[in-house]
């Protein structure tokens, strides 16, 4: 029987929860936790999303993330399937961690928004020693938003949350501590809780699915950078599929990764487009994309401008 379409929409936000198979704990210590968040910073840097909210539990995870219009499933494919990939490693282990796809649900107003995090930020209370402290659980973001620790890891928008409460982040984390505390009783956060579960039935996988992507054409990308760079869009075209020029590989790797970004064309798209290119070509080529943007400020401002300024 064909299952029903997992719930998208590109311009919102979604609480994602990944549980792993019964008898496997998806963490077996903190450095497995620890690999796990440097994994989510890798891919809300690479896709450009932001993240509003996490627990990391023994067995499963919360997050509040908001794609900014990037596909959650190939989000969630990329981060799911290289957690597996180190854990399976590490541990000597082949097959399934997760149990199932992820589950999704779309946030769609303040109510929900404002319950989600309190839900997320009061997962810890279960846990021995955590009761009426779960600000102090090493694994959340709630700490960030109270000041009890820094947020090192360099994931969280707490601003999105806070300025619910107040202008001043002081008085708001206070506030927002307040109101966390307050939601630990509400019968609220179960109804969150049964929706999330009750999307692990509803968000299955059928065939022939389709993507929320980023949309930009690419000729439209490559004439705003061409503006943006002072150069002839023709020439960037020529340098696009200039295979073996050293001149052009930079500007090359760049192109090709603001291609998967923003056009959101998958590997075998830009391969088409391109032409003479393997998939592994395009993936090492995304990931120079991707060093560039992080490395170099040129680029990043380029990427910053294509962000905001093309229509």
Do not use: W
Not at 81 to 107: C, D, E, P, T, W
Not at 138 to 165: A, C, H, K, P
């Amino acid at each position: 029987m064909p299952r029903t379409a997992r719930k998208k929409s590109s311009e919102c936000k979604y609480h994602i929860m990944s549980r792993s198979i019964s008898e496997v704990d998806l963490f077996r210590c903190d450095e497995d936790k620890k690999y796990y968040l440097a994994l989510l910073k890798r891919y809300i840097d690479k896709y450009h999303c932001k993240i509003f909210s996490y627990v990391l539990m023994d067995n499963h995870v919360h997050i509040f993330i908001d794609p900014c219009g990037y596909d959650i499933s190939s989000f969630m494919r990329c981060l799911s399937n290289a957690y597996v990939a180190y854990f399976n490693k590490k541990y000597k282990r082949h097959g399934h961690l997760f149990q199932g796809r992820f589950a999704s649900s779309i946030v769609d107003n303040d109510t929900y928004c404002l319950t989600l995090s309190a839900y997320i930020h009061n997962n810890p209370k279960d846990l021995p020693g955590f009761a009426c402290r779960e600000e102090e659980y090493q694994f959340s973001s709630y700490g960030i938003y109270t000041g009890y620790r820094e947020d090192t890891e360099g994931i969280v928008d707490t601003e999105f949350i806070l300025n619910y409460f107040s202008g001043d982040k002081e008085t708001a984390s206070k506030k927002y501590k307040m109101f966390t505390e307050s939601m630990k009783e509400k019968g609220i956060l179960k109804e969150v809780d049964d929706n999330i579960m009750r999307a692990y039935s509803e968000n299955e996988y059928i065939s022939g699915k389709s993507y929320i992507v980023r949309d930009r054409e690419p000729e439209e990308v490559i004439n705003k950078i061409g503006e943006l760079m002072k150069e002839e869009s023709m020439k960037l075209e020529l340098s696009l599929r200039r295979k073996h020029s050293r001149k052009t590989s930079e500007i090359r790797a760049f192109i090709i990764y603001v291609l998967r970004i923003l056009c959101g064309h998958t590997y075998r798209e830009i391969c088409k487009y391109i032409g003479n290119m393997s998939i592994s070509g395009i993936s090492c080529l995304i990931n120079r994309g991707f060093m560039l943007i992080k490395e170099n400020m040129l680029y990043r401002n380029l990427l910053n401008s294509l962000i905001y300024n093309v229509p």
